[in-house]
């Protein structure tokens, strides 16, 4: 180990110590689709009802793979009446496991 | 009517004249004549004044008293136009080729001389008229008239000869000498002035006493039992009492207008440099009530005595005995008197306290500007000025004269938008004070505004003013931004009061008071622009009104607020929660909901950060070569609520990319299903620089990181190289580059072409002696953005409108900007529908104007051919 080090000094004039690197980064769902086929408000951002996007306002995905604002999709199967179907492929709704 | 009726009966006489009469008349005629020339000149003896009265005797008989009369005045005025009044002129003849300069002292001795002269020689001359009246009464009452006519007689005579008298002085007058009267008077008042503030000191020396007092003292009530304020007491009585004697000779000779008018004009004169005296240059402290009291000790109090030895007030004497003898009991002659004051001594205070209040004004007026400028401290005169105001109504003289100096002093090129900024807060607060409705602010602030819209930085500057204390002001005079969020957080306190009293208070009675408390606005306000209720003087939305709408405001604000947040290593943003809070209060949630998300992004980002640091203390050891988590910490964004982030590629460093994918990686464990994308131009870093024989700590763009970095594993690169590793095209490269050289890092040396320069490693320090100077050069390098500005965004946004906008010049030939606006916004509904200001689309046209595609003509636009 100490012998390695030597030789990386031994190589190299410069040397970067007591680096603090700050990035940027951003945050997405990890969806296929832009935006939520109920709301058509992006999944990066909210649902009309919520203030903050992330966290506060979540996807879920159907056993179909489609995916919606958590607030949107429990807003919708609890209007139907009888069994809710995807409204995006009119399949059975179920939330995927 | 009497001379006229004598003269008819002379007509009818005439014609029954005997020879005898005739020849009598004639005799008297001319013994007449003799004797009156020898009365005037007091040559004869009192042999003369017997004759005198036969010849007039005799003349009357005949019905020619009228002839008497106008003979004898006839005859006084010759004698005292070659005699008093020339030779009273004469007095001041030395003095004619002196203008407006010093007379000296010696006019004083000269002007009581001929005052003297001049009214001993009338005396002389009313004497003589008086024989004549009396030898024309004793006629009348030998006739058996009655006493009555006899009595008009004597008043009609003298008015006569007073008329006559002043009417030659007048036609005489020398043209200087309303000069020499004022400056006699000036001198005067000067002596005595001085002699009053003697008294003045004396008087602040006891500043124990208590204001009743200091009043009485001043009504000349004080007992007065020290000799040394008595001897000024004398000294000021004497003074008054020769005044009053020069002032009623000239009345005597009928000057009385001339000698008011000079020492009116003596006294103004005074008082104006009394002002400007004590006024001057001096905001700090308020003059009005010192003004107040000067004109109550010495203009008033010397007008008060003069106009007592005048005998013109007449209540002043009989009031005065026994309303002073309990409280006096030492009384000074002139001063011991409670002067219940005389009409004439009021309406002089109130023509001396308006000309004060007016000169004042005048005088705060002409250096408003200057007022306004250090304005927290120059309150008093804002005061002062407002007192001014109220009593002399000439606010729209303010408005005029501060927009000239506006004009001229502020609102030029070579301003900078801070200032006029600063300035313009400080006029929102100065008017404020001396007008609470706001309507003189509304006509100044008019200008202002109109000159702030035409300049680009003025929103930049409103908003780095709400959020930045230093208000980028380079000057450092206090912390005027600091100022300003104080303002919004005295607003917000008010405005938490009023819903209170909103909430609890509005019932009947309370309507009821409001009612009675209404005020009618000012005669001054322009009806059109709203009523008292709509103009509250709320800074902060008349900044806003500058920018045209709070959302302008809004935008700029959160692209401020995401430039600091980027560059924020260390998570703390209390100030910008801070900021934020106040400014939602006044805009609204809804308005500043995105910058609460990205706030909200900057908490949940340290959440994250330490979440993982946390679960990856647990992870494997290092192997070589890999950089600890530790040295990463990141700002984690939800990107649709941020501005727009200027993207631009770059590969980083083998280490660094391999802790950010890992770093991604946990973030995906934690948060499933959500991932990161970095942003990796994005970011700050902090590196110190080891060397073989020194270490230099930087604090850097991830680019330039990325870029020192490669020098690590190989001494020198071509730019060609360099820019292929790290992935950045080679002209970006180069500027980069610049800031390593320029800090003696790096050395470039020339190579074939430009793009095969080779960048060497500087290893010691020996070799680095030129960096030096080039780091001033560079300097604004680093000052890179890594939002893009609202007009980028703007323009952006509006070009999908050009194609619109070309097509309605092709259709139209030319178009006024209004028009444009209104057919976008009538056509432009669907999706994105228009929703630009007329400002912004202004903007966008005068782009396109440059870009040489449209153009500009008589405010129409039109396409470029």
Redesign the interface.
């Given at each position: 180990m100490k012998l390695l080090l030597l030789t990386f000094y031994a190589t190299s004039v410069l040397h970067t110590q007591k680096t603090e690197w700050h990035a940027v980064a951003s945050w997405t769902w990890d969806a296929q689709d832009e935006t939520c086929g109920i709301c058509r408000m992006a999944f990066d951002g909210c649902c009309p009802d919520c203030k903050l996007p992330g966290d506060d306002c979540p996807l879920i995905w159907g056993a179909c793979n489609h995916a919606f604002h958590l607030h949107c999709i429990l807003k919708w199967v609890n209007s139907q009446t009888s069994q809710a179907h995807c409204p995006m492929c009119r399949r059975e709704w179920q939330f995927k496991e | 009517m009497e001379a006229l009726g004598s003269s008819d009966c002379n007509l009818e006489i005439l014609e029954t004249l005997s020879d005898d009469a005739i020849q009598e008349i004639t005799e008297s005629y001319d013994g007449f004549f003799t004797t009156v020339e020898s009365l005037i000149s007091g040559t004869g003896d009192s042999s003369v004044e017997d004759e005198f009265v036969s010849h007039v005797y005799c003349l009357c008989k005949y019905g020619l008293d009228s002839l008497v009369r106008d003979h004898f005045l006839r005859s006084l005025e010759q004698a005292f136009e070659k005699g008093g009044a020339s030779s009273f002129w004469e007095h001041f003849d030395a003095y004619s080729e002196k203008k407006l300069t010093n007379y000296g002292e010696e006019i004083q001795v000269v002007l009581c001389k001929a005052l003297e002269e001049i009214s001993v020689e009338k005396q002389y001359h009313e004497k003589c008229l008086s024989i004549v009246v009396h030898a024309l009464q004793s006629y009348k009452e030998q006739s058996s008239v009655d006493r009555q006519t006899s009595d008009t007689e004597r008043v009609h005579l003298f008015s006569r000869f007073q008329s006559m008298l002043s009417s030659t002085l007048m036609t005489t007058l020398p043209q200087h000498f309303p000069e020499i009267l004022h400056w006699y008077f000036k001198e005067r008042l000067e002596e005595l002035s001085a002699i009053m503030d003697g008294d003045g000191i004396g008087e602040q020396e006891d500043d124990c006493m208590d204001l009743d007092e200091k009043l009485r003292y001043k009504n000349g009530e004080m007992d007065v039992d020290d000799g040394y304020s008595q001897g000024k007491r004398l000294g000021h009585d004497k003074l008054v009492k020769n005044i009053g004697k020069v002032v009623r000779d000239l009345r005597s000779i009928g000057f009385t207008s001339m000698a008011e008018n000079a020492y009116a004009s003596a006294i103004f004169l005074l008082l104006k440099a009394k002002v400007h005296d004590l006024a001057g240059d001096e905001y700090r402290t308020s003059v009005l009530e010192s003004i107040k009291e000067w004109i109550q000790t010495v203009p008033l109090q010397f007008l008060n005595a003069l106009l007592s030895y005048l005998g013109d007030s007449v209540s002043y004497s009989t009031t005065s005995s026994d309303l002073t003898s309990p409280l006096a009991c030492c009384p000074s002659p002139s001063f011991s008197k409670v002067v219940t004051p005389s009409e004439g001594i009021v309406r002089w205070k109130l023509r001396l306290e308006y000309f004060a209040y007016e000169t004042l004004q005048d005088l705060r007026i002409a250096k408003l500007f200057e007022i306004i400028v250090d304005y927290p401290e120059s309150s008093p005169a804002i005061e002062d000025l407002k007192q001014c105001l109220e009593y002399t109504g000439q606010h729209s003289k303010l408005v005029e004269s501060f927009i000239t100096s506006l004009k001229y002093r502020l609102l030029t090129a070579g301003a900078s938008t801070n200032d006029i900024l600063h300035q313009y807060v400080s006029t929102i607060k100065a008017l404020r004070a001396i007008d609470p409705a706001g309507v003189f602010l509304e006509a100044v602030g008019e200008p202002i505004r109109d000159y702030l819209r035409g300049r680009k930085d003025t929103i930049k500057c409103i908003v780095t003013m709400l959020t930045d204390g230093s208000g980028g002001n380079a000057n450092g005079s206090g912390n005027p931004g600091d100022s300003l969020l104080e303002e919004l957080m005295r607003d917000e306190e008010n405005q938490e009061n009023v819903g209170f009293d909103d909430d609890f208070h509005t019932d009947d009675k309370q309507a009821w008071l409001n009612a009675s408390r209404w005020e009618p606005d000012p005669v001054e306000a322009d009806p059109l622009k709203g009523s008292l209720s709509q103009r509250k003087v709320d800074i902060l939305g008349m900044l806003v009104d500058i920018i045209g709408s709070k959302e302008q405001l809004v935008n700029e604000y959160r692209v401020m607020l995401a430039e600091k947040l980027?560059n924020k290593?260390d998570y703390d943003i209390d100030t910008e929660i801070r900021t934020v809070e106040l400014l939602k209060i006044h805009f609204g949630e809804a308005s500043m909901?995105r910058c609460?998300?990205m706030l909200?992004d900057l908490i949940?980002s340290k959440r994250v950060n330490t979440n993982i640091k946390k679960a990856s203390q647990t992870g494997s050891e290092l192997r070589?070569n890999e950089?600890s988590v530790d040295?990463?910490?990141?700002?984690?964004?939800?990107?649709?609520?941020w501005p727009p982030i200027q993207d631009e590629p770059l590969e980083l460093p083998g280490p660094?990319d391999k802790?950010?994918s890992d770093?991604?990686n946990r973030?995906h464990e934690i948060?499933t299903?959500?991932?990161?994308?970095?942003?990796?131009n994005?970011?700050?870093?902090?590196?110190?620089?080891?060397?073989?024989d020194r270490?230099l700590q930087f604090t850097v763009s991830?680019t330039h990181?990325a870029i020192?970095?490669q020098?690590?594993?190989k001494?020198s690169w071509t730019y060609k190289d360099l820019s292929a590793v790290i992935g950045i095209p080679i002209d970006a490269l180069n500027r980069r580059v610049n800031f390593w050289i320029s800090k003696g890092v790096l050395r470039e040396s020339t190579g074939a072409n430009s793009n095969s320069n080779v960048l060497t490693?500087v290893?010691s320090i020996t070799d680095s002696g030129k960096n030096e100077g080039e780091e001033l050069l560079t300097g604004e390098e680093e000052s890179e953005t890594s939002i893009a500005s609202v007009e980028d965004q703007l323009r952006k946004e509006m070009t999908i409108y050009e194609k619109f906008i070309m097509g309605m010049l092709t259709n139209f030939g030319s178009m006024a900007l209004e028009r444009i606006h209104n057919t976008l916004k009538m056509f432009c509904v669907a999706d994105p529908s228009y929703d630009k200001s007329l400002q912004q689309l202004q903007s966008f046209l005068s782009g396109l104007v440059s870009e040489e595609k449209l153009e500009f003509r008589d405010g129409m636009y039109l396409l470029k051919k």
């Open positions: - | 980027l290593t909901q609460e998300i909200n949940d070589e950089l040295t990463l910490t990141s700002t984690i964004l939800s990107t649709n609520f660094i802790l950010l770093y991604a973030y948060k299903p959500r991932k990161l994308l970095w942003k990796k994005l970011g700050t870093v902090k590196l110190e620089l080891q060397f073989e270490a991830p990181a020192i970095m020098f690590q594993e001494k490693l290893e």
